[in-house]
């Protein structure tokens, strides 16, 4: 028997900007989206798919397997905080909301959460 694991943790995640204030601008939206996929295959998996709108962000995260949801999604939003205020000066006002909502996807399900994302705007990477 070998000792190799596999793992697939695939995870729906949608969080809001703070009081749902519209400061995802379409300028911003689209680096925004990638940024945010450069975040997750650095810091922990990989993200198929970002989407979302002025208001919220919509992303399907695949996780390592050492890696909580919760830091994940902790490391997505701080990272991405900190670049929209160095990268975009005039919005000084930006922040993520303190929750989220995070829903394991079976890989049977995975194309039709991710059409549902795209339909949001989205970025998809790997």
Not at 26 to 35: A, C, D, F, V
């Amino acid at each position: 028997m070998s000792g190799h694991s596999y793992v697939n943790v695939l995870i729906h995640v949608a969080f809001s900007t703070k009081d749902r204030a519209p400061l995802i601008l379409p300028e911003i939206r689209g680096r925004l989206n990638e940024y945010l996929c450069g975040i997750a295959r650095k810091e922990f998996g990989s993200a198929i798919t970002v989407g979302g709108s002025a208001d919220h962000i919509h992303g399907l995260l695949s996780i390592h397997q050492d890696m909580p949801v919760s830091r994940a999604i902790m490391r997505w939003k701080s990272l991405s905080s900190g670049w929209i205020h160095d990268t975009f000066p005039a919005c000084t006002d930006f922040a993520w909301q303190s929750g989220y909502g995070a829903f394991s996807v079976s890989q049977s399900n995975l194309n039709r959460v991710a059409n549902y994302i795209n339909g949001k705007r989205s970025t998809t990477r790997s």
